[in-house]
């Protein structure tokens, strides 16, 4: 009972400290958003495609035209259309225009697109890429493939109508609808279903990634640097000299960091949610338990790193050489299964991989406890194993 | 040896600690009556703090050993916390907590009763004349100022042994006489005393014994008067001529081939390795 007290007077301090130091309190509430707002826009979603410049290039009054307009006015996310339309003479001068970055992708309709959609030839368009920014390219070429595709359908459907009312005329009541046209056209369609509402982007995918990246990291480098810190202005021996339990300071340290984490953990979800559209669609209750079990599985890492360092900066700089490859192992970025096959071996012995992975679950799945418990039980036992090791260590080193 | 001697607080038996190969305290033989004030003194690197460190419990020995009303200072750690106070060479106070704040946390890591803690923190800072700074924060005092907070601090369990090093260091001429007198004032009230000091005077004005330690051993231990007749060239002694007949005048930061920055605020370098 007393260890819970003396635990409790620790985190309380560390806390007290950290609200009142400004420059720490600024960089702790600034780092998440700028971390978010980094890998927010860095890989880019439907949602970053607004307001992009296209160099267009329409030699035809008609269909070209109004294959144009249908382009100019597309909207994919919110009030703000996809694209920008810039005019350009001919091919060369896109090519130009991509070259002095004014546009991000061109368009090309020739003279004669009206003139062979009605006499039943295909038409064609032309897109340009801009090879030096693959990831846009790849969405603009891909939202205008279906939107020229889609504006193809509309003109075949129209095509298809005429034929068939030419075929075997009919009452008026009776005329055949767009569905028929649309099924000789397109005989076989792909109808999607998610077990989730709406369609997820990448975004929900790495946004339980990021979340746990930045707040595990963050408890993790707090936790050593705390106790570097005190160490180093031997603050430290003046709790060690008090008779409390040594697992209370550690865990009482480990909790003011666990706090700090889970309001880290907030303002990435709010602004996931605010800037990206990203909704949750588990309990909430599951997601914080997640992140204080993440937590608690580093705890034990983070004390043996500050035991092995004297200093503040040695600590730092230790749990960076840890950090850095964690990063790209744990799947906040890329799938696990998409990795060769050792390097998902090393990722199933990270915690952050089962604590990513069943965020996942919860915030894009919406999976609820059955569905994560191994990852709950794995991330405690990692949690405990780790500290067993931890504790005696820093109990021998703190006295050596 | 003899132990649970009546009227030693504390015994000291050949108390040994190595840094790796390095000795800094070498079999450390003494012993500390009840009620008196100790001083123990020695140059630089002497291994003062360390000797201090190990009975405060906040390091283990490397060989010997040491009771403190009898309890064993390894053994029974958490025994020996519940008697001890210490200012160490760092202030223990918190910059960005108030004294009170300051008070209150350490008081409760010893379990101490509310009460307690609030009728100690209004004593021992009016005593101290911190009563108009209680509630500022630690980081905005003068080292003066922090200094009597820390000592507060340490008087929070009501000890029975104050472990004091070096509290009057880079303190002016007022603090240190309002220290001084403090440390007589709780030793008359029967809180026994270890004293470390630079300062010979004060020293020998505080001091019922003196040990002085050099190279990590004790090479001197008897009260002021009695140390003052090795020296035999003068006619008037001071504790100073002692010391310096005893420990030699050759400064210790030189000759050591290994020299680290220290991230104390008194001398540039420490020792870190020593020819022997
Ligand atoms: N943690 C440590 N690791 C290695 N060497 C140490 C450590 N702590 C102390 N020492 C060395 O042990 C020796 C004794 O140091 P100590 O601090 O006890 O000296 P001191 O008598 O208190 O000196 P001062 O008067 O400068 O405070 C020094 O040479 C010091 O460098
Ligand atoms: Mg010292």
């Known amino acids: 009972m007393n260890t819970f007290k003396d635990l409790w007077q620790i985190a309380k301090k560390d806390l007290l400290e950290f609200a009142r130091d400004k420059l720490r309190l600024v960089t702790f509430l600034i780092m998440p958003m700028f971390m978010m707002i980094m ?41 703000n259309p996809a694209f920008q339309i810039k005019s350009y003479a001919n091919l060369d001068a896109i090519k130009d225009g991509i070259k002095k970055q004014e546009i991000s992708g061109g368009l090309v309709i020739l003279e004669d697109f009206t003139q062979k959609v009605n006499q039943n030839q295909q038409a064609e368009v032309t897109l340009v890429e801009d090879p030096s920014n693959p990831q846009i390219s790849a969405l603009v070429s891909q939202t205008l493939m279906q939107t020229v595709a889609a504006f193809g359908q509309q003109i075949g459907i129209q095509k298809i109508n005429l034929l068939l009312n030419s075929l075997s005329p009919v009452p008026e009541q009776s005329q055949p609808k767009d569905n028929s046209a649309l099924a000789i056209l397109a005989p076989v369609g792909t109808k999607l279903e998610s077990i989730i509402p709406g369609n997820p982007n990448y975004f929900e995918f790495i946004a339980p990634g990021i979340m746990a990246m930045i707040v595990m990291t963050a408890v993790l480098t707090g936790l050593a640097a705390s106790i570097a810190r005190e160490k180093e202005q031997g603050t430290l021996d003046g709790i060690l000299i008090s008779p409390i339990n040594r697992l209370a300071i550690i865990l009482g340290k480990a909790l003011a960091q666990a706090i700090r984490g889970l309001i880290q953990g907030a303002i990435v979800l709010l602004l996931a949610f605010l800037l990206f559209g990203v909704t949750i669609h588990g309990s909430l209750f599951l997601v914080a338990s997640l992140l204080l079990l993440g937590i608690f599985s580093f705890v034990g890492l983070g004390i043996l790193v500050s035991a092995v360092a004297t200093e503040q900066e040695t600590a730092t700089q230790l749990l960076f050489m840890f950090q850095f490859p964690m990063l790209f192992l744990s799947g906040v970025f890329f799938p696990i299964l998409m990795m060769p096959r050792f390097m998902q071996q090393i990722a199933h012995l990270i915690p952050l991989t089962y604590a990513i992975n069943a965020l996942r679950k919860v915030m894009v799945l919406g999976a609820g406890l059955p569905s994560v418990q191994t990852e709950l039980l794995i991330l405690f036992l990692f949690g405990a194993a780790t500290l067993a090791v931890a504790v005696p260590v820093f109990k021998r080193v703190i006295t050596k | 040896m003899t132990q649970n001697t009546i009227g030693n607080i504390l015994e000291v038996r050949n108390l040994t600690k190595k840094f790796g190969n390095f000795v800094a305290v070498d079999q450390v033989t003494f012993d500390i009556q009840k009620g008196e004030i100790f001083g123990f003194l020695g ?59 300051n008070l209150e946390f350490f008081g409760n890591l010893f379990h101490l009763p509310q009460t307690d803690i609030k009728e100690r923190t209004r004593k021992w800072i009016a005593r101290l004349d911190m009563e108009n700074w209680v509630n500022a924060q630690v980081g905005t005092f003068s080292t003066g100022m922090k200094q009597r907070i820390n000592i507060a601090r340490a008087l929070l369990t009501e000890p029975d042994i104050l472990f004091l090093d070096e509290p009057t260091l880079g303190l002016d001429p007022q603090t240190t006489h309002l220290i001084r007198q403090f440390i007589r004032e709780l030793n008359e009230q029967g809180v026994t005393i270890l004293l470390t000091t630079h300062d010979m005077l004060e020293a020998e004005e505080l001091s019922n014994r003196i040990a002085i330690i050099d190279h990590g051993k004790i090479v001197a231990q008897d009260t002021a008067e009695n140390l003052k007749k090795i020296v035999s060239e003068k006619d008037h002694p001071t504790l100073e001529d002692v010391f310096l007949q005893i420990t030699g005048t050759q400064i210790r930061d030189t000759g050591n081939e290994r020299m680290t920055p220290t991230h104390g605020h008194r001398f540039g370098f420490r020792k870190t390795s020593r020819v022997r």
């Open chain 1, 39 to 79: 890998t927010g826009f860095i890989f880019p979603n439907q949602n970053t495609l607004k307001n992009i410049s296209l160099g267009v290039t329409n030699q035809d009054s008609q269909y070209g035209q109004k294959l144009v307009e249908t382009i100019s006015v597309l909207k994919l996310t919110g009030n």
């Open chain 2, 43 to 101: 140059p630089n690197g002497a291994g003062k703090s360390t000797t201090i460190r190990m009975l405060t419990t906040l390091l283990r020995p490397t060989s010997g050993k040491a009771t403190l009303l009898n309890y064993d200072i390894v053994n029974q750690s958490d025994k020996v916390r519940k008697h001890i106070g210490l200012v160490a060479e760092k202030i223990i106070l918190y910059d960005r907590l108030t004294a009170r704040e």
